[in-house]
Nanobody, 123 residues
């Protein structure tokens, strides 16, 4: 089972990026999916989660209104559209698959993790 995140990069404040996460080895169409991020010297924090059907989402307060999580179950992929990026968004971003089908911000509910993709936002 593998989750492969991609799409990170170096951008300027105000720019947009779209992260992708491709799952292989099994289908996650019945699992909620999430994005987390971790900045140097800080703990990994919740960013966004989406329910198994995609109809229910939740975001951290710091990204609400700027980021949008979505999924394509046919392709076994999840996405994170990041708009109006700020320097404080700089972090390694990780996608994860939950044991649950409902969206959740609880890190302990996520059983599968991908490698991080680095997002750096310059001021």
């Amino acid at each position: 089972v593998q989750l492969q995140a991609s799409g990170g990069g170096l951008v300027q404040a105000g720019d947009s990026l779209r992260l992708s996460c491709a799952a292989s080895g099994r289908t996650f169409s019945n699992n909620a999916m999430g994005w987390f991020r971790q900045a140097p010297g800080k703990e990994r924090e919740f960013v966004a989660s989406i329910s198994w059907r995609g109809g229910d989402t939740v975001y951290s307060d710091s990204v609400k209104g700027r980021f949008t999580i979505s999924r394509d179950n046919a392709k076994n992929m999840v996405f994170l559209q990041m708009n109006s990026l700020k320097p404080e968004d700089t972090a390694a971003y990780y996608c994860a698959a939950s044991r649950l089908s409902v969206r959740t911000s609880s890190r302990s509910s996520y059983a599968y993790w991908g490698q991080g993709t680095q997002v750096t936002v310059s001021s």
